[in-house]
T-cell receptor, first 115, second 110 residues
Framework: EAGVAQSPRYKIIEKRQSVAFWCNPISGHATLYWYQQILGQGPKLLIQFQNNGVVDDSQLPKDRFSAERLKGVDSTLKIQPAKLEDSAVYLC?????????????FGPGTRLTVT | QQPVQSPQAVILREGEDAVINCSSSKALYSVHWYRQKHGEAPVFLMILLKGGEQKGHDKISASFNEKKQQSSLYLTASQLSYSGTYFCGTETGTASKLTFGTGTRLQVTL
């Protein structure tokens, strides 16, 4: 079974530039998550999709971050414009259904450096 | 509110045991445990659901005390491969989302 795919793996941009990350979840997984993980901390949920719809985006900085999940499969996360504090690893995860009773499978992540 | 893990870090010799605790200020519906090796994605270990159950596989087990709003992860006869950072993820309320803890860095040496 193929795992969660993410691209790119690494990205270096200057502040105020924009960047986009792509995620392809495990086939058949209804729930998709984007997490931000700052060095030395646990993953922080940015947004959670259930199929096409957004379940939770309470911690997504909506003035600069946006995300969509097309046709309930692939997803993209965009940052525009980036700030220095956005430097982190962005993890995509998927699960069969909503979080509580189902394990989450994480992708390899995208390491973003904002200079 | 982020769950608090203790200890923050622990160093073990191969074969020794360790306990990692995860405490929440809110009532818990479920607790997930993940291990993350340096530069890699978190890997699922186990889920404990509301009901105070205990789970385990191989030499890693966990308990969930609903009344105390806490979970503990037990690593028995540790192996070098157990090294990494352990995170608990807690589900509170009906949001069906996880809030990850502060992390516990575990290093197993020869």
């Amino acid at each position: 079974e193929a795992g969660v795919a993410q691209s790119p793996r690494y990205k270096i941009i200057e502040k105020r530039q924009s960047v986009a990350f792509w995620c392809n979840p495990i086939s058949g997984h209804a729930t998709l998550y984007w997490y931000q993980q700052i060095l030395g901390q646990g993953p922080k949920l940015l947004i959670q999709f259930q199929n096409n719809g957004v379940v939770d985006d309470s911690q997504l900085p909506k003035d600069r971050f946006s995300a969509e999940r097309l046709k309930g499969v692939d997803s993209t996360l965009k940052i525009q414009p980036a700030k220095l504090e956005d430097s982190a690893v962005y993890l995509c995860a998927s699960s069969l259904d909503r979080a509580g009773r189902h394990e989450q499978y994480f992708g390899p992540g995208t390491r973003l450096t904002v200079t | 509110q982020q769950p608090v893990q203790s200890p923050q870090a622990v160093i073990l010799r191969e074969g020794e045991d360790a306990v990692i605790n995860c405490s929440s200020s809110k009532a818990l519906y479920s607790v997930h445990w993940y291990r993350q090796k340096h530069g890699e994605a978190p890997v699922f270990l186990m889920i404990l659901l509301k009901g105070g159950e205990q789970k385990g596989h191989d030499k890693i087990s966990a308990s969930f005390n609903e009344k105390k709003q806490q979970s503990s992860l037990y690593l028995t006869a540790s192996q070098l491969s157990y090294s990494g950072t352990y995170f608990c993820g807690t589900e509170t309320g009906t949001a069906s989302k996880l809030t990850f803890g502060t992390g516990t860095r575990l290093q197993v040496t020869l």
